[in-house]
């Protein structure tokens, strides 16, 4: 047990090497996909807090003019001796009302949807914030310590113990070198 401590046991420096590369490329693709969905959080809180907003705010003052004017037409229709009422000035008043009323009731969605979104949105940005500084960060600390890892094994194969051969690790040629060397128990 003892042998067995005093050295390390590595079988492939390529192995951790091919792991701190994939973890580069995992890197490399996530950070964009995280940066489109931060983005369209943003443009989505952008279209609802601001479009939306001001395109029901402007539709509900066109909409109380239209029934002003209706109104107007209404009125001027009853007072006019020259003229009667018409029904189609009374369906153009009912037919205005509605239509204001529908554009209060978006504008009062669009507000409710606004407090809503950020509510709902806050907590899961939050999550997406840490995943992107674990991005940017611990992903960066984690390829530089495989890096070290990596140079400080390929030092330490280098190291020849007494007695041993040029290397402890085996390189590629030397490993399908032993494996043909080895009986093979199982045939398959």
């Not at 239209?66 to 009853?78: I, N, T």
């Not at 189609?88 to 507000?111: D, G, N, P, S, Y």
């Not at 999550?127 to 600390?141: G, M, P, S």
Request: proline share 3%.
């Amino acid at each position: 047990m003892k042998e067995s401590a005093a050295k390390a046991n590595v079988r492939s420096v390529e192995a951790i090497d091919t792991f701190r590369a994939s973890l580069i490329l995992y890197g490399s693709k996530a950070r964009p996909l995280l940066e489109d969905a931060w983005e369209e959080v943003a443009r989505t809180r952008e279209w609802i807090q601001t479009d939306r907003r001001r395109f029901w705010e402007a539709e509900f003052r066109k909409r109380k003019r239209q029934l002003e004017d209706a109104e107007q037409a209404l009125f001027s229709a009853r007072f006019s001796t020259l003229r009667q009422v018409r029904a189609a000035e009374q369906q153009a008043v009912h037919r205005a009302k509605r239509a204001l009323a529908e554009a209060e009731t978006k504008l009062e969605h669009v507000r409710r949807w606004s407090i809503e979104f950020d509510n709902t949105a806050s907590p899961l940005l939050k999550h997406l914030e840490e995943l992107r500084t674990n991005l940017t960060t611990d992903l960066a600390k984690a390829v530089g310590y495989l890096g070290n890892v990596i140079r400080a094994l390929e030092a330490y194969a280098e190291v020849s113990p007494e007695g041993a051969g040029d290397s402890m690790l085996p390189t590629s040629d030397s490993a399908g070198e032993a494996a043909a060397k080895t009986p093979n128990s199982e045939v398959t």
